[in-house]
């Protein structure tokens, strides 16, 4: 066998990575990231890029990592910006490949790209798409994806009853070599965007997320060895601080962990300290993760709504740029914006805000949130949002009573106040999440969301 070309995507790491897992290793391993020069301008109806400065420094971090790992098996990365299709074509034609290889993503437009790679590529090469980083692949789906069922729980409840999750994969001790001639090495980070060389998370975050399969591994170690994750149940709708979750979602979201990876370490642990609500919920909220996958898969083009956004209006700025007057809102919108990351709760809070109080369009939230999150993932972001907004397959919305959960998961107001610094002049406690009325000199009521209607508990991951 020749040359093998094995395109990466959401796919950055060696373990547990079926692109690398070879039968027969081919004579020589050309591997190619091609950033997607689509994500660095605005979509349509959205004045930012799709990719902002804080993942794509992430994107960046973890390449270099890769290259790394690559190198050291003797292998090395080739990363460009373009079209995506354009260039891994070329580089098959030109280097003679008789295989692509390639995970099969949820995202449409990755989809859409990898039938258009199919049609440009010359005959006899082989288009080989394969699952990956997930718990399961769609071979062992409990039922053909187009049955998926409509709801999350009915999904659980079928894949728990039989389930083995397959062992995550060693990384290879070595590659196959360098194709003769062929190009290497990754363009500065400056060079494709200064603004994402030049970020960096603001402190009071207190977490700096780093690229790369090792920051991941370091990361999920430190995690288990903590013991953090035996208190995972109870500690998980926290809002500030390290440990309160596993912070695991940007390596999963690029690839850097697998699923099957962290899957595995939590089964170590529970073999060493005994399995506990807590350490399966880590593996739930996994299947959470798996779930939106497969639903992305079934839905296509549908998961975004129509394509073309509608206009920002006021309200959405305001939401956007933390200006609704409702501090747990606010706050959660300027920690987003300065770290790149937020809570599931309070991912929750403000996408509901926006939707069910603002009357904002979700498609806008959805897309803002691509734009800043660093674990952005097409099917868990696009997912959540149309979950809480209820459309598409869960006809229920999930709309939330902010005021009362700022009031419960941040009682003294010590969130709201990191974030909002002149709330910090008042006193702890309800005044921060109501400041309008104890202080309407300098505080006006918020845009909404004062009517007390809405989920308390938090619909699904409650508490
Ligand atoms: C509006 C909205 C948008 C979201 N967008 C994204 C996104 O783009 N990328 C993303 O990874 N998650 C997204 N989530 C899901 C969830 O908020 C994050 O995965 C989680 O907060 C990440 O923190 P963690 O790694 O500490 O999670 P933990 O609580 O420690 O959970 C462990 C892992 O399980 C997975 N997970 C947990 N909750 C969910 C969930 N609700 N949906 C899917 N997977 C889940 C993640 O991979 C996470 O890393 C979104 C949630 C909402 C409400």
Redesign the pocket.
């Known amino acids: 066998m020749g040359v093998t070309l094995a395109w990466l995507r959401h796919d950055l790491r060696l373990a547990d990575n079926p692109l690398f897992r070879f039968e027969r290793p081919p004579e020589q391993l050309l591997c190619v990231y091609v950033l997607d020069r689509d994500w660095l301008s605005p979509p349509p109806g959205l004045g930012l890029p799709r990719i902002g400065p804080a993942r794509l420094r992430f994107l960046w971090q973890s390449l270099i990592a890769l290259r790394g790992e690559l190198l050291r098996r003797g292998s090395d990365l080739l990363v460009r910006v373009g079209d995506p299709v354009e260039v891994v074509a070329g580089l098959a034609e030109r280097h003679g490949a008789s295989e692509v290889r390639v995970r099969r993503d949820a995202g449409w437009d990755e989809t859409q790209q990898t039938l258009r790679l199919g049609e440009a590529l010359g005959e006899g090469v082989r288009l080989w798409q394969i699952d990956g980083g997930m718990l399961l692949d769609e071979a062992s789906l409990p039922m053909p994806l187009a049955s998926l069922p409509p709801g999350f729980s009915s999904f659980r409840r079928r894949v728990e009853r039989d389930w083995a999750v397959p062992a995550a994969c060693q990384a290879p001790v070595t590659l196959p070599p360098w194709p003769d001639g062929a190009p290497r090495g990754l363009p500065p980070l400056a060079r494709v965007c200064d603004g994402a060389a030049r970020w960096r998370p603001d402190a009071r975050g207190a977490f700096s997320f780093a690229g790369g399969e090792e920051a991941g591994l370091a990361r999920l170690e430190h995690y288990l060895a903590s013991g953090a994750v035996a208190r995972?149940k109870q500690t998980?709708n926290g809002l500030s601080g390290p440990d309160f979750?596993?912070?695991?979602?940007p390596w999963?979201?690029h690839g850097c962990l697998s699923a099957r990876q962290v899957h595995d370490a939590v089964q170590a642990w529970e073999a060493r300290h005994g399995a506990n609500e807590s350490s399966y919920w880590?593996i739930f909220?996994?299947l959470?993760?798996d779930y939106?996958h497969w639903a992305a898969r079934q839905e296509g083009a549908a998961l975004f709504g129509p394509r073309r956004l509608p206009p920002e209006a006021a309200a959405f700025l305001a939401w956007r740029e933390g200006r609704t007057g409702m501090p747990f809102i606010d706050a959660a919108m300027g920690e987003l914006a300065a770290t790149g990351w937020?809570?599931?709760r309070a991912?929750?809070n403000v996408?509901s805000y926006l939707v069910h109080e603002l009357g904002g369009d979700w498609r806008l939230g959805a897309a803002w949130?691509e734009h800043a999150?660093i674990?952005?993932?097409t099917a868990?972001?696009w997912?959540?949002?149309r979950y809480?907004a209820g459309v598409g397959r869960s006809a229920q919305m999930h709309r939330f009573d902010v005021l009362w959960q700022a009031e419960r998961y941040d009682p003294e107001g010590a969130y709201v106040a990191r974030w909002q610094p002149e709330l910090a002049e008042l006193p702890g406690g309800r005044a921060r999440q109501r400041p309008w009325t104890v202080a309407p000199e300098r505080f006006a009521p918020p845009l909404a969301g004062t009517s007390g209607q809405g989920a308390r508990a938090g619909a699904r991951?409650g508490g």
């Open positions: 995972y998980r979750s596993t912070r695991l979602s999963l979201a880590v909220e996994l959470w993760r939106f937020l809570s599931n991912r929750q996408a949130f999150l674990d952005f993932d868990s972001n997912g959540n949002w809480i991951q």
